[in-house]
C-alpha cells in the first residue's frame, strides 16, 4: 500500500503529465512550456522511486492501487491517447527523464506507438472479450479469456478488475526490452488454450492468497510469476497425451509428470531478473507436505512453501474447470470440499487453503458443513484465526461447538446448501 506521502507523489504526477501533453500539444516540442512540464513529471517520477502504473478495466481509471474517481480533466487528453493505442496498461519508469517523456508524447500526438525499450516505459492490452487475437499495439497483446477466468476464479464475488489488473500489472512490469519472460507463457497460449487460462486462474488466486498475507509486494510478484509459469513445461507434452480424455497409460503418465522439471528447465534457462522463486514454483507445484507427489526425490524434504501456496490456488482451479477427463466442474463448496481433505491428509498447506477459503467466501455463516466425525453443522460465524474453524451448530442437535478448541473434530466436506 502506498502511504499518503507517497500517494501525493503519484497524484501530482499525474496530473504534471496530463498538463504535459496539452502543453506538447499546443506549443512546438522544444518550447520551454513543453520542457518545464516534462521536468515536472520525471521529478515525480525521481521521487516516488518505483514505477508508476496507469491502467484502466472498463470505465475505471486505475492509478497504481486505486481508482481515479473523478478523472481530474488534465488527463482527459492523455487517456484518449492511450486509448487510441488500445493501451489498458502503461507505466512509467522512474529513470523515465525529461527527453523519453517528451519522446513518449511525440508518438501519442502523432498516433505512431513504440519503441519505448529505452524510454523507461511500457504499455499494454488486454483483450478481455475472446480469445481472438486483439490489437498489436505496446509491446504486448494479453488475450486471454480474461473474461473465463473471472467467472472462474471463486465464487466471482470480489471486483473483478482488481484481478486483472493485478496480471496486467505483473506483465508490465516484466516484459522489459530483450528477452520476455511471457515468451514461454505466450508459447503455452498457442499451444493450448486451457493451460494458459489456467496459468492467469493459478495466479490470480496465487496472488489474492499472498495478498491476504500481507506479504511484501516483491514477494507477491515474484509469486504471481511462478503461478503464472508453473505448468510451463507442459509445452513438452504431446497435445494428444495433455487432451486425453481416458486414464493415462504408464508411458503417458511419465510423460505428463516430467513438466515441473522441464519447466524449471526453461525458466532457469532465462537470463533476464527471473526471480529465483520462479523455478522452484515450477519445480515444486506438484510435490505435497506429506513426500508424495511428483518429481520423486530421493530424500523426503519438506517443500518451499511458495510453490505449496501456488499448489493450493492450482488444485482449486483444476477441479473448478471442466476439462477432457473432468466432464463436470466442481461447486466453489466442492471444490473447497477437496481442498479440506488434501489439507487434513497433510498433502495441501492447511494455512493456505484456509486464506482461500476465506477469500473464496465459502465458509460462511449459513453453510452447511460435514464434520470428521460424520455430523452435520451449520456455521455460525465465521472463523476469526482460521477459517477451517469457525463456531457450528450441530443440525438436529442445536449443540453449539467452536471447532477451534480442542478435540473437537475437523470439517470433513463443505456442502452446498446455505441458509440464508
Ligand atoms: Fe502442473
Ligand atoms: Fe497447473
Not at 496472488?207 to 513445461?233: Q, W
Not at 497425451?241 to 528447465?265: C, F, Q, S, W, Y
Not at 473447497?336 to 455463516?365: C, Q, W, Y
Not at 452435520?376 to 472463523?383: R, S, W
Amino acid at each position: 500500500m502506498a502511504s499518503e506521502a507517497e500517494k501525493a507523489v503519484i497524484n501530482r504526477f499525474t496530473l504534471e503529465l496530463g498538463r504535459l501533453y496539452q502543453a506538447y500539444r499546443m506549443y512546438p516540442p522544444g518550447v520551454p512550456h513543453v520542457l518545464i512540464a516534462a521536468e515536472k513529471c520525471s521529478e515525480c517520477l525521481r521521487e516516488y522511486g518505483k514505477p508508476i502504473r496507469i491502467s484502466r478495466m472498463g470505465e475505471d481509471v486505475i492509478l497504481e492501487e486505486e481508482i481515479l474517481s473523478p478523472v481530474p480533466k488534465q488527463l482527459e487528453k492523455i487517456l484518449e491517447a492511450f486509448n487510441a493505442f488500445q493501451w489498458d496498461s502503461v507505466r512509467f519508469e522512474p529513470e523515465m527523464g525529461q527527453r523519453g517523456l517528451v519522446e513518449l508524447m511525440r508518438h501519442l500526438k502523432e498516433g505512431t506507438p513504440g519503441p519505448y525499450h529505452n524510454l523507461g516505459f511500457v504499455a499494454g492490452t488486454i483483450n478481455v472479450d475472446s480469445g481472438e487475437e486483439g490489437p498489436k499495439t505496446g509491446y504486448f497483446t494479453l488475450t486471454p479469456k480474461v473474461s473465463d477466468m473471472m467467472e472462474d476464479v471463486m465464487s466471482g464475488r470480489k471486483s473483478t478488475w482488481v484481478r486483472a489488473r493485478e496480471i496486467t500489472r505483473l506483465i508490465t512490469s516484466h516484459v522489459m526490452g530483450g528477452q520476455s519472460l511471457f515468451d514461454p507463457i505466450m508459447a503455452l497460449k498457442d499451444y493450448d488454450e486451457y493451460t494458459y487460462t489456467h496459468a492467469l486462474n493459478v495466479a490470480a488466486i496465487s496472488i489474492a492468497v499472498a495478498r491476504m498475507m500481507e506479504l511484501p509486494e516483491t514477494l507477491v510478484d515474484s509469486i504471481g510469476i511462478g503461478a503464472l509459469c508453473h505448468d510451463v513445461g507442459k509445452q513438452n507434452i504431446p497435445y494428444e497425451i495433455l487432451r486425453k480424455p481416458g486414464r493415462l497409460d504408464d508411458a503417458e503418465r511419465e510423460m505428463m509428470n516430467r513438466h515441473p522439471v522441464d519447466g524449471a528447465a526453461i525458466l532457469v534457462g532465462f537470463h533476464g531478473d527471473v526471480p529465483p522463486i520462479v523455478p522452484v514454483i515450477a519445480f515444486q507445484h506438484h510435490l505435497r507436505i506429506d513426500g508424495s507427489g511428483y518429481p520423486q526425490m530421493p530424500v523426503h524434504a519438506t517443500p518451499h512453501p511458495a510453490p505449496m501456496l501456488v499448489a493450493v490456488a492450482d488444485t482449486f482451479d483444476a477441479v473448478r474447470t471442466v476439462r477432457p477427463y473432468q466432464p463436470s466442474a466442481y461447486t466453489p463448496a466442492g471444490g473447497m470440499s477437496i481442498l479440506v481433505k488434501e489439507a487434513r491428509a497433510n498433502r495441501l498447506h492447511p494455512v493456505f487453503v484456509s486464506i482461500l477459503a476465506r477469500l473464496s467466501g465459502t465458509l460462511t455463516p449459513g453453510r452447511h458443513v460435514k464434520l470428521s466425525d460424520g455430523t452435520e453443522a451449520v456455521i455460525l460465524t465465521e472463523g476469526e484465526f482460521d477459517s477451517l474453524q469457525p463456531l457450528v451448530e450441530v443440525v438436529g442437535g442445536g449443540e453449539i461447538m467452536d471447532l477451534s478448541m480442542p478435540k473437537t473434530p475437523d470439517i470433513a466436506s463443505v456442502e452446498d446448501t446455505i441458509d440464508e
